[in-house]
């Protein structure tokens, strides 16, 4: 019983210890984003519109729309290149690893999904090859 009690208790611990580092580890935000930016009633409206409620990446992904910017993830469907090993086609992500998908004929009605790793160009089973790069981080407010 007291064995079970201290495994229960030492799980919660190290729970809320690990959420608490992870929180951490983002650390402050940057001081380039506004964080109120729509948060407060104006002349025009009376509650805050969709931007004041929105948060994280939802925030992010409405306030690169109003940027001009209507791809913030990179999810849109993009041609593959000559598709050679020396001449990849090039897939940007800001993580180390990125699943994409590829549609190896024209006709074809599955998708051939695979995962590609920066610094290892990886070939499809149709012989495409892709190769991930830095996505350019961009910041708005
Ligand atoms: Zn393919």
Not at 48 to 67: F, I, M, N, Q, T
Not at 79 to 92: L, N
Not at 104 to 124: A, F, Q
């Amino acid at each position: 019983m007291a064995a079970s009690l201290w495994r229960t208790s030492s799980c919660i611990l190290r729970r809320s210890l690990t959420i608490s580092s992870v929180r951490c580890a983002s650390g402050p935000p940057s001081k380039a984003v506004d964080q109120h930016k729509g948060k407060f009633p104006s002349d025009d409206c009376q509650i805050p519109d969709s931007l004041g409620h929105s948060v994280g990446v939802e925030r992010y992904e409405l306030l690169a729309k109003e940027a001009g910017n209507d791809d913030p993830f990179q999810m849109k469907p993009i041609k593959r290149a000559k598709g050679t090993f020396d001449e990849p086609t090039i897939v940007t992500s800001p993580n180390a690893k990125r699943m994409i998908g590829c549609i190896c004929e024209e006709d074809s009605l599955t998708i051939n999904w695979m995962y590609v790793h920066k610094g290892e160009p990886k070939r499809c089973e149709c012989g495409y090859w892709f190769k991930l790069a830095d996505a350019p981080v961009q910041e708005y407010n």
